[in-house]
């Protein structure tokens, strides 16, 4: 660790040279000298390197081939100096204020090990909700952080937090298994993180709206309806499979309270009956005639 690091703000990027520089500089505006804002891009083709390189030393850029973004935001963590991590995915940004609320609550709150704050979310430049919390399901009471602890069952319909709500105090990072995202999900790498952070760590949730998560260019129906429907059918799969894996971790952790972990027994009931009434419609549909 660097004594003279506060914040390490680790960026993955793949191909977003026209929004790379927005989360930049959503960081640098939070007015802290002492983060570091570290880069990964993971193999862009496009101009991201070129409109980087214009910040200079505010930002350390790692270039690596295409090995998706878990492995991003782990390279990102293994370079990382900083007493506190964050994430920032590169089409999102930070509001003003989220470093600064989040060193108070740090400050008020000694114990706390983990800050996540709210964000409002966007598709295409369109509003969608004032706060992703509460769009999962999470609600705060009033305006004050508060502790969340592992007899919370919200976590358990899906993930509840943006990735660039967390921010980590480094000293936790061996409680979490060292490596943060799991390699092996291709989606849901938060959602597994999240989990471990609520069984592990002392987690304190803040209300205060401190990121936009922004969505751009979402993938729509195209071609063959027919084709279409196949993919659908193989991402639902894959959603299903991935959901599994994620539900046999937790339960693995352990030491759960026993409501919670009944109900986590009981998803993963629900996925393997889901799972193979999905293969046995797979194994007897009808057969197509020419």
Known sequence: ??????????????????????????????????????????????????????YGSMVVYQYQSNQGVSVARNTGVKMATGKYISFLDSDDVFLPGKMKREQESFL??????????????YEDGK?????WMGW??????????????????????????????FTLDRSVIPKLGGLLFDTSLE??????????????????????????????????????????????????????????????????IGLWPSLTEQLISSRLAGLDEELLSYSLNELFKPIETI
């Open 1 to 54: 660790m660097n004594s003279s690091i506060l914040y390490s703000v680790i960026i993955p990027t793949y191909n977003r040279a026209h929004l790379i520089c927005d989360a930049i500089e959503s960081v640098i505006e939070q007015g802290y000298d002492a983060v570091e804002i570290i880069v990964i891009d993971d193999g862009s083709t496009d101009n991201t390197k070129k409109n980087i390189e214009k």
């Open 136 to 165: 999962k399901g999470l609600k705060i009471k009033g305006t004050d952080p508060a502790y969340m602890d592992a007899s919370n069952l919200n976590w358990t319909r899906g993930s509840l937090f943006a990735t660039c709500n």
């Open 108 to 121: 008020r709150f000694p114990d706390a090990e983990v800050v996540v704050t709210d964000a409002e979310f």
């Open 187 to 252: 989606r849901g790498q938060d959602w597994d993180l999240e989990i471990r952070i609520i069984r592990f760590c002392k987690l304190l949730v803040d209300p205060f709206l401190g990121c936009q998560v922004r969505r751009f260019d979402r993938m729509k129906p195209q071609g063959d309806y027919r084709l279409f429907g196949t993919e659908a059918n193989l991402r639902y799969k894959k959603a299903l499979l991935r959901d599994r894996k994620i539900f046999t971790k937790a339960l693995t």
């Open 127 to 131: 509003k969608l909700g004032e706060s």
